[in-house]
C-alpha cells in the first residue's frame, strides 16, 4: 500500500509545507505560455467520482495534464457500476489497467480510506460523504495566505465558515487545516446544521453570522447540502437565507480587508448574494485557479518527489 492521501491527518507539518512549497513552483508553470512541464511523464492518474463535480474533477485532470500524465476518466452512468459492479472489484480493475494513482470522490464517509487499503497504488480523497476534502482545504489555505501575505503560516487571521457544516467535508478538512496552520476557526450556522460534539472540532461556534462579521479576515460561505439531507433541519431555505446569507449589506459590515470565500458550486441567492460572490473582495476565482496549481503539487508529490523525479519538474 502506498502512501495516499486521505485527510488532513494523514499530513505531518512537515508534509504540510512540502505541499505549499510545490504549489507554489507548479503556480508559476500555470503562469507560462506553455503550462505543461514532463514531471509525471509516463504516469497514468485515473479519476474515479462517484458523485457529481465540476471544479473538483476538471481541476485533477488539469493538473495531471500540466504534469504530462496520462488521465483515465471513469463516469458513474456509464461505468458497470450501473450493472451492480462493486466498489471493490471497480477499483482493482482500474489498478489492473495500469493507474499509478486514483483520485476519488464517494458519498460514503471513509470509502477513500477503505479502497486505499485494497490497493497498492496511492488514492486522493476529492470528497468522502460528509467527512474529508483535503484538496480543498489545502488550496483554501494557500489562497489566504497569498492574500493576506502571511508566508507559511495563518496566525492573527480569523477565519468564519458559515453554513451548513454538519454536512460539509470542506468545512472539516478546512478546521484542521487552517488551525494547525494557526488561524482562528468560528463556525456559524443554525443550531441543526452545526456538528453536535465539536470536541474534535479546533473552532468555535455561533449561531449568530452577525457576531462575526466585524471581526473575520475571512467569510467563508458554504452551500446548503440539501442532498445529504436524512431529515428536515432547517424551516425553509428562505429562512436560512434570511439569517446566514451573506448579502450586500452584510458584506458592507465585514472588515474593509476581509475577504470572502466559497468552495463552489454556489447558490446565488441562498447562502451568498451575487453582489458578495462578484465583489473585489471575492477570492472565489482565485480559489478555483489555485486549485490547479495545488493538485498538481499533491500528484507529483505522492507520484513523483519520492521516486527521484524532482529534477525533471522542468
Ligand atoms: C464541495 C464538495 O463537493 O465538497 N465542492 C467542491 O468540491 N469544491 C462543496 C459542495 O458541494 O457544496
Given at each position: 500500500m502506498s502512501r495516499s492521501l486521505t485527510s488532513i491527518a494523514d499530513l505531518s507539518d512537515d508534509d504540510i509545507s512540502q505541499l505549499l512549497e510545490l504549489s507554489r513552483i507548479f503556480l508559476e508553470v500555470n503562469q507560462r505560455e506553455i503550462p505543461k512541464v514532463p514531471a509525471l511523464r509516463g504516469k497514468t492518474v485515473a479519476t474515479l467520482f462517484f458523485e457529481n463535480s465540476t471544479r473538483t474533477r476538471l481541476s485533477f485532470e488539469l493538473a495531471a495534464t500540466r504534469l504530462s500524465a496520462d488521465v483515465l476518466t471513469f463516469t458513474l452512468t456509464t461505468s458497470s457500476v450501473s450493472k451492480g459492479e462493486s466498489l471493490r472489484d471497480t477499483a482493482e480493475t482500474i489498478e489492473s489497467l495500469g493507474a499509478d494513482l486514483i483520485v476519488m470522490r464517494h458519498f460514503s464517509s471513509g470509502s477513500v480510506q477503505l479502497v486505499s487499503s485494497w490497493l497498492e497504488i496511492p488514492l486522493v480523497n476529492a470528497g468522502d460523504g460528509a467527512h474529508e476534502h483535503p484538496t480543498q482545504a489545502l488550496l483554501d489555505a494557500y489562497a489566504i495566505m497569498e492574500h493576506?501575505?502571511?508566508?507559511k503560516r495563518l496566525d492573527g487571521i480569523s477565519v468564519a465558515i458559515v453554513g451548513d457544516v454538519l454536512h460539509s467535508r470542506v468545512a472539516r478538512s478546512n478546521v484542521q487545516l487552517l488551525s494547525r496552520l494557526g488561524a482562528q476557526v468560528t463556525l456559524v450556522g443554525p443550531p441543526a446544521l452545526i456538528p453536535l460534539d465539536l470536541s474534535l472540532w479546533p473552532a468555535r461556534a455561533t449561531n449568530s453570522l452577525e457576531d462575526v462579521l466585524s471581526e473575520s479576515d475571512v467569510i467563508y460561505m458554504l452551500r446548503v447540502q440539501s442532498e445529504r439531507f436524512t431529515e428536515s433541519l432547517i424551516p425553509s431555505m428562505s429562512e436560512f437565507s434570511r439569517l446566514f446569507s451573506l448579502t450586500a449589506e452584510r458584506l458592507e459590515r465585514t472588515r474593509k480587508e476581509a475577504v470572502v470565500m466559497h468552495p463552489g458550486p454556489i447558490i446565488r441567492g441562498v447562502e451568498i448574494a451575487a453582489e458578495a460572490a462578484d465583489s473585489s473582495r471575492s477570492l472565489i476565482r482565485t480559489q478555483v485557479t489555485t486549485g490547479v496549481g495545488v493538485r498538481m503539487a499533491v500528484l507529483y508529490w505522492l507520484l513523483g518527489a519520492n521516486q527521484g523525479r524532482l529534477e525533471s519538474i522542468w
Open positions: 493576506f501575505n502571511t508566508g
